[in-house]
């Protein structure tokens, strides 16, 4: 007997395929635009933002699941940040493993990496210099709090751009046995950094090599399919599948970029839009990186 992760999962793909429904996934929940890093390659923390009460955030979380999402992903900003009076993000990770099948946390990394949450993504751009480049002297405090953290789910995301493309096989080289697992995207050209995207030649070039490190036997969390199909993004997206829920707490379903960006879909290179995508659409390979990364059973 499947886990009821998996039932509802089933479910889910019968009633939007079938009942003509488009019920989300997976939310991203912005909790905060207040960052302690000024990262060039992000455009939220110059954003002036009041964040939410705790009680907003609970009215919000209810909705979400009301909605259909199952899964949820805390970011900012700095997520860790977040302070409601004596209230902190772990009273809120709490309170969403009542709902949800899994919480995340996406963070910078530089703040200790204690909590509940299921999965906590870190971020990183490259090896210390060109990390370092991008979100000032951190590189060395990141990887002593991933050292020093307990937890048993620690992934480490990176966004490959222009400047950190070449070092990217090193880097997963050096993350390896420190981390559980990598994950990577390509970076979005968000108005006045579309220098930093990558041409489209060494896209396909270093998605070669990230196939080649992951049949080796290297914690690349992606699953192959995925890495294939981001090479030329030929994969058929639901963006309704995704939710995103801003500081204001207000909820869109759709693609990540809307109401932040022009959606252009041949630049895209949303590895977790592609994955979740993939996996409703019954690849196999996308449904086996989804259970590793959320740590699902099978019963
Ligand atoms: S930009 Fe990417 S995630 Fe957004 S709708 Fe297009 S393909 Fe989907």
């Not at 963006?239 to 932040?260: A, D, F, H, K, M």
């Amino acid at each position: 007997m499947f886990s009821s992760h998996y039932l509802y999962f089933l479910k889910h793909n019968i009633l939007t395929r079938f009942g003509g429904k488009s019920i989300p996934l997976l939310a991203s929940y912005k909790i905060t635009h207040h960052c302690n890093l000024k990262c060039r390659t992000c455009p939220f923390w110059k954003i002036n933002s009041a964040a939410p009460t705790y009680h907003e955030v609970l009215k919000n979380m209810q909705q979400l699941w009301q909605d259909g999402i199952r899964l949820i992903i805390f970011e900012g900003g700095e997520p860790f940040l977040w302070r409601d009076g004596a209230y902190c993000l772990e009273d809120i990770i709490i309170e969403a493993k009542k709902y949800f099948f899994c919480t995340g946390i996406t963070t910078n990394g530089t703040l200790p990496i204690n909590t509940a949450a299921d999965t906590v993504w870190i971020s990183l751009d490259g090896l210390a210099e060109t990390h370092n480049l991008n979100r000032g002297d951190t590189f060395d405090r990141i990887i002593q709090n991933i050292s020093d953290s307990q937890h048993s789910n620690l992934l480490v995301n990176i966004t490959i751009n222009r400047l950190n493309i070449e070092e990217i096989p090193d880097l997963v080289r050096f993350l390896t046995g420190k981390v559980k697992g990598i994950t990577i995207q390509f970076y979005y050209p968000f108005p006045g950094t579309e220098d930093l995207g990558g041409a489209a030649s060494a896209r396909i070039a270093i998605l070669d090599q990230l196939i080649k490190l992951k049949r080796q036997g290297f914690p690349l969390l992606n699953s192959l399919s995925t890495l294939e199909g981001l090479k030329k993004n030929r994969w058929r997206c639901h963006p309704w599948l995704i939710g995103s829920v801003e500081p204001t707490g207000e909820i869109t379903y759709g693609c990540y970029l809307q109401n932040r960006a022009e959606i252009a879909c041949a630049k895209c290179g949303f590895a977790a839009h592609t994955e979740l995508s993939k996996a409703y659409d019954w690849h196999f390979a996308s449904i086996l990186a989804g259970k590793k990364i959320f740590k699902f059973r099978w019963y």
